[in-house]
């Protein structure tokens, strides 16, 4: 049986293969108690031993500080003039790494950049050990786990001044780790592992905050402020998250029913008004036992979820450019790139989140009863506040198509199938996901998508929404007026043909305007809440 002993200074490939070795063959480990026992210990000496690597690294950075670049061979006499357990950070490798110029000379400042954070990530990893090794799971760190580590770790630097109440830690801990939980955990196991957690985004956030807390004196008051309002894990927002929790709590039973669900807004510049539907999906994908209420930590899962979506619609202008590209590219039939104006989306747990709310039979297809039975709630609710008038209401058939000209789906539209249409990849794929999916939940996002061209001329896909919160009433009967002139989906301008609607003329000129439905009732049998 191989040794697991290992030194404080040796690489850092050493740790993961320990932690590798002990989650993935544990008949290979009979004395697994005794392995614990080491790694507590040895991530105990490794953290005193980086805390002198600290000093090293001061030294060095001094000795830097005159010399804007540096070539190989004072890479080398850095080298040796650094301690043992600080040589690794000065390989050839990692020389390659810092991408040396023609000359053969690297930035001194991106060596420092590397070698500081290098010393935080292996901090970090001994850290999270001494935490993992508290379970079977070596390697990895539960939810409860990595709430302590945060509450033990991070809470004195991030809220140096103990305004935060210890009442509060707890909440504050629990808002936290959601986070990470959503970005880190897809399997949703309630664990993370160590190697992801010290690597991702999320964590580089929640450090970033504890830096400039620590060194909040280096920065002018406005400058802080600037780069710490929209940090998740700042104090302040997650004390908003949990103020907003309370509000929509009416009965103060420290649950949210589907009524008080419903009354969430969001936190973006454009507020929500999700339908009935689209509440009792969300409900159901994030309640789990009974009573059939949203408890705190799901509450904030939604909140991550919106947020992760709803930042890449705040400009409603790229749907009218990328469905006009789609279809100019296509000969104005949808299909082609569906979307090639637009960058990847930024973040996939968001669009996954709300596809799974959306692909209520998990079918894995966007099918035209699937939005018809969405669309169900949205249209009636976009007739009620005035964007529609008599003989107005969009024909479902139509929307679909114009649902699928967004994705580039060609297939045929039959609005009875339940089993074909575009799959997640195609829709992901058309970089029009976060768009289409908000669209039929909330009745305020397809507000503007009918009226993306008067968002994209009144400024650039902003609008000034006022004090009231009412977006789809503040300027309903005037977007419904000029739509008749503002370029169509299609790329067509003034004199363009009109979205076929419910009026006998309109299915007069368009044949598949007479498609028939059956009873509501077969669409609601397809789907049992």
């Known amino acids: 049986?191989?040794?697991?002993?290992?030194?404080?200074?040796?690489?850092?490939?050493?740790?993961?293969?320990?932690?590798?070795?002990?989650?993935?063959?544990?008949?290979?480990?009979?004395?697994?108690?005794?392995?614990?026992?080491?790694?507590?210990?040895?991530?105990?000496?490794?953290?005193?031993?980086?805390?002198?690597?600290?000093?090293?690294?001061?030294?060095?950075?001094?000795?830097?500080?005159?010399?804007?670049?540096?070539?190989?061979?004072?890479?080398?006499?850095?080298?040796?003039?650094?301690?043992?357990?600080?040589?690794?950070?000065?390989?050839?490798?990692?020389?390659?790494?810092?991408?040396?110029?023609?000359?053969?000379?690297?930035?001194?400042?991106?060596?420092?950049?590397?070698?500081?954070?290098?010393?935080g990530i292996e901090n970090l990893v001994f850290k999270l050990l001494a935490y993992s090794a508290r379970n079977d799971d070596i390697g990895w760190i539960t939810s409860d786990q990595l709430q302590l580590f945060i509450q033990k770790e991070f809470i004195h630097i991030i809220d140096p001044h103990n305004s935060m109440d210890v009442s509060f830690y707890e909440f504050y801990t629990c808002t936290a780790v959601a986070k990470f939980l959503f970005y880190l955990d897809q399997r949703n196991i309630n664990k993370i592992p160590v190697r992801t957690l010290v690597h991702s985004d999320v964590m580089d956030e929640l450090q970033t905050l504890a830096q400039l807390q620590t060194y909040q004196d280096e920065y002018l008051d406005t400058e802080f402020l600037s780069k710490i309002e929209s940090n998740w894990f700042h104090f302040e927002n997650v004390l908003n998250v949990y103020h907003s929790f309370l509000q929509l709590d009416l009965d103060q039973n420290g649950l949210l029913s589907l009524d008080e669900i419903a009354a969430f807004r969001g936190f973006s510049m454009h507020p929500l008004q999700l339908t009935e539907k689209a509440v009792r999906r969300i409900a159901e994908e994030l309640i789990v036992f009974a009573p059939f209420e949203l408890d705190y930590r799901g509450y904030v899962k939604l909140v991550i979820a919106l947020d992760d979506l709803t930042n890449n619609v705040d400009d409603m202008s790229k749907t009218t450019n990328s469905v006009n590209s789609a279809n100019e590219e296509s000969g104005g039939g949808g299909g082609g790139s569906g979307g090639a104006s637009r960058s990847p989306p930024r973040h996939m747990p968001g669009l996954r989140f709300f596809w799974q709310v959306v692909d209520y039979d998990r079918s894995g297809v966007l099918s035209p009863v699937k939005i018809k039975f969405f669309l169900d709630d949205v249209i009636p609710e976009m007739s009620r506040i005035g964007q529609y008038g008599e003989g107005e209401t969009p024909i479902d058939h139509t929307v679909v198509g114009e649902i699928y000209d967004m994705i580039g789906y060609n297939g045929p539209i039959d609005m009875h199938d339940s089993s074909s249409g575009p799959s997640f990849d195609e829709i992901v794929g058309s970089r029009q996901g976060d768009v289409i999916l908000l669209m039929l939940l909330d009745v305020n996002s397809f507000y503007r998508y009918e009226n993306r061209e008067n968002f994209m001329h009144q400024g650039g896909g902003h609008q000034d929404d006022g004090d009231n919160g009412n977006e789809p009433a503040a300027s309903s009967s005037s977007a419904s007026a000029s739509s008749s002139t503002a370029q169509s989906p299609s790329g067509s301008t003034a004199g363009h043909t009109p979205r076929p609607t419910s009026s006998d003329e309109a299915k007069k000129k368009f044949d598949f305007a007479t498609v028939k439905y059956d009873d509501e009732d077969e669409y609601e049998d397809d789907y049992e809440f």
């Open 1 to 119: 049986m191989a040794s697991f002993d290992f030194s404080p200074e040796e690489s850092m490939e050493a740790i993961p293969s320990i932690t590798a070795v002990a989650f993935d063959r544990p008949a290979e480990l009979p004395h697994l108690d005794q392995l614990k026992r080491q790694i507590v210990e040895n991530s105990l000496r490794a953290l005193e031993s980086n805390r002198l690597q600290q000093h090293s690294f001061m030294a060095i950075a001094e000795y830097l500080k005159e010399a804007n670049e540096i070539d190989y061979q004072t890479f080398l006499t850095l080298r040796e003039m650094a301690p043992q357990n600080s040589k690794q950070y000065f390989s050839a490798k990692i020389f390659m790494y810092l991408q040396p110029d023609k000359l053969g000379y690297i930035s001194s400042e991106a060596l420092i950049r590397y070698i500081h954070k290098s010393m």
